[in-house]
């Protein structure tokens, strides 16, 4: 199965992993968001702060990580995005990725969701989804994408509701696999 590197490299690169020549894809070597990946606030870009790469392991991988922080609050949709993955030659997509969450301990549900959105579309389309309302240890979550073989597209990682219920959703060794 090859799979498609998403954190470090503007440029999306197949790697073959029969050969060994991947270990699994993190944010070594970064302090601050991957190039060319985007946030929005409600479907409006902003520069917010809830969504940052720090120097922990919370999600189960090495440091550093991805990290949704509860600050500042807002009762709102977070979302940080992909650029453009091209996918034209590939096909059953499958997309993998380690989380954890931190929840507030007074705080209410929320839900935490991956989409997805191609070229021509406008609108982002969920392909997973939690609502949660209690701490999460770190945990592999697979995707099935495999609708968008053979396509251009964005993925997103999302929060819903309001940032005073969560204290931080960690995640890391996001892979993008395929034949």
Do not use: C
């Amino acid at each position: 199965m090859d799979r498609i590197e998403l954190i470090d490299q503007p440029e999306i690169s197949f790697i073959n992993t029969n050969t060994g020549e991947f270990n699994g894809e993190d944010f070594t070597g970064l302090s601050s968001l991957p190039e060319n990946w985007s946030i929005d606030l409600n479907g409006e870009s902003v520069d917010y702060t809830n969504w940052s790469v720090v120097d922990s392991s919370s999600a189960g991988g090495t440091a550093p990580e991805l990290r949704f922080s509860w600050a500042p609050t807002s009762n709102n949709t977070f979302r940080i995005s992909t650029y453009l993955i091209d996918a034209s030659n590939r096909s059953d997509l499958e997309l993998q990725f380690i989380h954890s969450i931190n929840h507030w301990t007074w705080g209410y549900s929320y839900i935490l969701k991956v989409q997805t959105k191609t070229e021509v579309q406008s609108n982002w389309v969920d392909k997973w989804d939690i609502t949660n309302s209690g701490n999460k240890p770190p945990t592999i979550v697979t995707v099935d994408l495999s609708d968008l073989d053979g396509q251009k597209f964005q993925i997103a990682w999302v929060f819903d509701g309001n940032s005073n219920n969560i204290n931080y959703w960690y995640i890391d060794d996001i892979v993008l696999a395929s034949n």
